[in-house]
């Protein structure tokens, strides 16, 4: 029985070999698992196989050029040894189509990833066109291939996507080390988007290798690798590179950073370019490099490093805000020494950066739109963190020095600072070499705020500052300080530190009072600021001020008292002010009196220089420290009470003029005309003295009346020397009698000394005047009746004293002088 199957079994291989050699042909065949058209089949000592067509219902495995070559050459020795003819014509997959042909030792293969004609010669496998389609790669050269060791070598020149270059390889189980040299390319774009989509290379490092880094020639010294096609893992990867006409491009929406040619090495899986005479918008960026870690493996970075002594704050601000990094509203035009480092992890993306910008020389600075400069800034950046090392804000009103950081993460700060000047228009502020701390919080549009001065300020978009207690900043303000201000609360608002406005309460004690003798020492003000001054407006209404570009405050005051002292009106005022007053009065404190004026003009720069309006006449007082001067035109008689304190003349104008150091140091002339002396203790204390000596009665005369002394004109020439007030000559003169004297006053304990000399009875004289020799005798050269005074006491109480001998007497002195001098006038 065994025998009977063997025999079977021989007799039907015998029958298949007949077959076999007779050749087998089968147009169509179809399974649930394939089907073919037209296979052909015969053994001629080695198989031949032709086939049209062959469909697997199933993928392919292969998915890569590599895997495909790899496979191929495993199986190619197989072919050399079994078959003398080999043509398929199509085989085609659910994913994949391919022919191969072998017909006299010369091989064809051409699938959706290798295109492969070569010539088998013994061991060696010549190439004559090999291409990798998945990378555009074609190869010329010699591969020997090794079966036994599943390896294969080759040697040769391969051109992809652009690039030419030598190469040599060594596929051993699955493990391609591969090296490629003098490679030449004028791009490497669709290389590395065929390399990124092969090997699994992270996108954005694809895109730093050629998108971000754009050049126009490429020169690959050496480039040499080791790949598991299978896994598609590499395994090392080393490479030397040249490329010119570079750029640098780290946003899209920013311009390139430029150079003239770029140095890659690839090593220890690190990518560095050595960027070579970097320039951004013509600003050199001598040392920048950028340089990409991990290149295959997890935790890659980017590492850019850019470094300028050119580059400016307002050029590396949109680089960092491309990668969500902002240095808030700090900004400069001007050049920085900068190092910039940005730290770019891939996975989790995030971004750090490190760096710092500095300048020495004067240079703008800006803090949101708010302009400045800056002697100094040395700034670092680490990470989310400003750290303002050395920093200086300056500008027309403002001098800052200040350290301190300010966490971006937050947006919140603090500052110590040093404020070396800080004047605001109109002397509102003037701080000098104050050390104090601030906050900052730009989470509110740039919040400046310093608890030692109660101040809050905003400085992006609308400037907003306000300091809720004034008197924490008093003592800094010189405006605020001449005002004698208490206490208050001050608001500002505008677009900017030119143009604002706002307002604010003060408590003040200036002495200023209304003209019911009330003190005024409180009120709410209004103000606008502009390029052309300032405005500002008492809710009340008694004050309103502006200024101009000239920098005179003027102050319009209106039903005001004001007062007013020599001491501190001649002293030079930190502040150019002139005060316009209307129905408003000046106390004088040095004499406790009031002037009131229908309109006055008060000019308080380097003294006082004022001028009041009385209707038809004027007031003029300079004051200067070591000097004064007073010009009066016919004052009305109630300027003069006023200076006294009370009605001492009626009627009549006045003139005056004064000079000298002060008012205890001066000269004066004074002149008055049509006017009348009221119930003056000294006149008083004259009638009673004219009263009490019978020699003298014929001196009560009708001038002095109820209504006073009548003075048809005055003058007066006055000297005052510390406590003495001398009198060098008065001259008062009415309609029948006149007054001449002289002498003095200590207005310390009031002593008064003075000779007075009273012409009297002139319509009797007239007549006289008429008798020769008589008229001399009793009239004397003067042709008047007259008496000499001596005047003491104080002048609160004067006491009189006639120069007359004896009561019997019946003429004045004068008249005895006279009679003496009778021999001389007998020949006039």
Not at 42 to 53: A, D, G, P
Not at 123 to 140: I, M, S
Not at 435 to 449: G, I, N, R, V
Request: net charge negative; with cysteine.
């Amino acid at each position: 029985m065994k025998k009977n199957i063997l025999l079977f079994v021989l007799m039907l291989f015998l029958c298949g070999v007949v077959f076999l050699m007779q050749g087998i042909h089968i147009s169509s065949f179809k399974t649930p698992y394939f089907s073919l058209e037209n296979l052909y089949f015969k053994l001629e000592k080695k198989f031949i196989l032709r086939l049209e067509s062959l469909h697997i219902n199933t993928s392919r495995q292969t998915d890569s050029s590599t895997e495909e070559l790899e496979t191929f050459f495993q199986n190619a020795n197989y072919i050399k040894i079994f078959f003398k003819e080999l043509i398929f014509d199509k085989i085609s997959y659910e994913n994949n189509m391919f022919t191969l042909t072998y017909f006299g030792d010369k091989f064809t293969l051409d699938s959706d990833y290798v295109t492969l004609i070569a010539t088998f010669d013994g061991a060696k496998t010549k190439v004559d066109e090999l291409l990798l389609k998945d990378f555009d790669f074609r190869f010329n050269g010699d591969i020997d291939i090794d079966v036994s060791k599943q390896n294969f070598d080759l040697n040769g020149s391969i051109s992809s996507f652009d690039i030419n270059a030598n190469i040599s390889a060594r596929l051993n189980k699955r493990i391609l080390d591969f090296e490629i040299s003098d490679a030449r390319a004028a791009s490497i774009d669709d290389f590395m988007d065929s390399l990124a989509k092969n090997i699994d290379l992270d996108e954005e490092i694809k895109k730093w290798i050629h998108v971000y880094i754009k050049a126009k020639n490429y020169e690959i010294y050496s480039f040499k690798g080791s790949i598991d096609t299978r896994s598609k893992k590499i395994n090392k990867l080393d490479g030397l590179a040249h490329a010119s006409d570079a750029s640098l491009f780290l946003s899209p929406s920013l311009k390139g950073v430029l150079f003239k040619s770029i140095d890659i090495k690839l090593a220890n899986d690190n990518l560095n370019f050595t960027l070579n005479e970097p320039s951004f918008e013509g600003k050199s960026l001598e040392g920048s490099k950028v340089a990409i870690t991990n290149i295959t493996g997890g935790n890659s970075h980017i590492i850019v490093d850019l470094s300028s002594n050119e580059i400016s704050l307002d050029d590396a601000k949109p680089i960092l805000t491309k990668y969500d990094i902002d240095l808030g509203l700090l900004g400069s035009s001007a050049p920085t020494i900068t190092t910039l480092r940005l730290d770019i992890s891939l996975k989790p993306f995030d971004v750090r950066a490190d760096g710092n910008f500095a300048f020495s020389t004067k240079s703008p600075l800006r803090i949101g739109e708010a302009s400045f400069y800056s002697t100094i800034l040395d700034l670092d950046l680490n990470g989310t963190v400003l750290n303002f090392k050395k920093a200086n804000l300056s500008s027309d009103f403002l001098d800052i020095d200040f350290v301190g950081k300010l966490d971006l993460s937050s947006d919140k700060g603090t500052l110590d600072t040093h404020i070396k000047r800080l004047d605001l228009e109109g002397n509102l502020l003037n701080i000098k070499n104050i050390k104090t701390t601030a906050k900052l919080d730009l989470a509110k549009d740039f919040e400046l705020s310093i608890d030692d001065f109660d101040f809050v300020g905003n400085f992006s978009g609308k400037k907003r500052l306000s300091i809720n207690n004034l008197s924490k900043v008093i003592k800094y303000s010189p405006l605020l300080s001449e005002l004698n201000a208490t206490a208050g609360s001050f608001k500002l608002d505008g677009d900017d530190f030119t143009n604002f406005g706002g307002a604010f309460e003060l408590f003040f004690n200036f002495g200023l009072k209304d003209q019911n003798q009330n003190p005024y020492n409180h009120d709410i003000f209004t103000f606008l600021v502009a390029k052309e001054g300032f405005n500002l407006t008492s809710r009340s209404g008694n004050i309103l001020a502006k200024n101009n570009k000239t920098g005179k405050l003027e102050v319009f005051v209106n039903n005001i008292i004001i007062p007013i002292n020599q001491q501190a009106a001649s002293k030079e005022s930190k502040t150019n002010i002139t005060y316009i007053g209307k129905n408003s009065s000046l106390s004088l404190s040095d004499f406790n009196r009031t002037l009131n004026f229908k309109a006055f003009r008060a000019d308080f720069g380097e003294g006082l220089d004022f001028t009041g309006d009385y209707g038809n006449g004027q007031l003029n007082v300079v004051l200067k420290p070591n000097y004064l001067k007073i010009n009066g035109t016919n004052l009305p008689d109630t300027s003069i009470n006023d200076f006294l304190g009370g009605k001492f003349i009626s009627h009549g104008g006045f003139d005056i003029k004064l000079e000298g150091r002060d008012f205890k140091d001066f000269t004066a002339n004074i002149n008055a005309k049509d006017t009348y002396f009221l119930g003056l203790k000294a006149q008083q204390n004259l009638l009673a003295f004219l009263d009490s000596i019978p020699s003298l009665i014929i001196f009560k005369v009708n001038d002095f009346t109820k209504k006073g002394f009548e003075a048809k004109t005055a003058q007066a020439q006055l000297k005052r020397q510390g406590d003495l007030l001398q009198i060098d000559a008065l001259a008062i003169k009415g309609s029948n009698a006149d007054i001449y004297g002289t002498g003095g006053i200590n207005t310390d304990n009031k002593d008064i000394k003075m000779q007075l000399e009273l012409h009297l009875l002139k319509t009797a004289s007239s007549v006289i005047a008429n008798i020769p020799i008589i008229n001399h005798i009793l009239l004397g050269e003067n042709q008047a009746a007259s008496t000499l005074i001596e005047v003491s006491g104080t002048y609160d109480d004067p006491k009189y004293t006639s120069t007359v001998a004896v009561d019997i007497l019946s003429t004045p002195f004068n008249i005895i002088k006279n009679t003496l001098s009778l021999p001389a006038n007998l020949f006039k």
